[in-house]
């Protein structure tokens, strides 16, 4: 067993844990963040999805031995105050969230997209959100939803 102590949606956590203990696992099991999902468990459908560093990564890849000392922010994270993020809300709006497996890695992918490029085109938000699957929604909404997002951050900036 290790110690490790990184933050995680703003709190700071010290944990032990097996050398190769997932941090997907230590997420859901340890931590009780329930909101991370596990889809394939090989990285390939993005449902566990969190950023690390600020960068997006599929957390069921990573050895949690290696977020010590990290920076991550789970879906549970996004929110603030109980209130949803503009992110979380135009998903609803737009029926970009359907059985909710993909909805909490598209929402951090669509951050972390959204973060490099305020106002992306079509085919960036296609590229930025490649690495999710979705078996629900044909993509189309989900694609709506990150265009009405960037929108509505584009206008508050405007305003300010």
């Known amino acids: 067993m290790s110690v490790i102590q990184f933050s995680v949606n703003g709190k ?5 844990v097996p050398p190769m203990k ?79 497996i993909c909805t909490p890695g598209m929402i951090l992918a669509t951050h972390h997209l959204l973060d490099k490029y305020p106002n992306p085109t079509m085919a960036q938000i296609q590229e930025g959100l490649a690495g999710n699957l979705c078996r629900c929604t044909g993509y189309m909404r989900i694609f709506e939803s990150v265009q009405q997002a960037a929108q509505q951050a584009n206008e508050l900036t405007a305003k300010s």
């Open 12 to 16: 700071r956590e010290s944990i032990d």
């Open 22 to 100: 997932r941090l997907l696992d230590v997420l859901r099991e340890d931590l009780h963040l329930t909101g991370t999902k596990e889809g394939c468990g090989e990285g390939e459908c993005g449902a566990c999805a969190i950023l690390f560093d600020g960068e997006l990564v599929n957390s069921c890849l990573v050895p949690a031995l290696q977020a010590n000392g990290a920076r991550l922010c789970t879906i549970e994270g996004v929110s603030t105050e109980g209130h949803l993020h503009p992110i979380q809300q135009c998903f609803l709006e737009k029926g970009g969230a359907q059985c909710g």
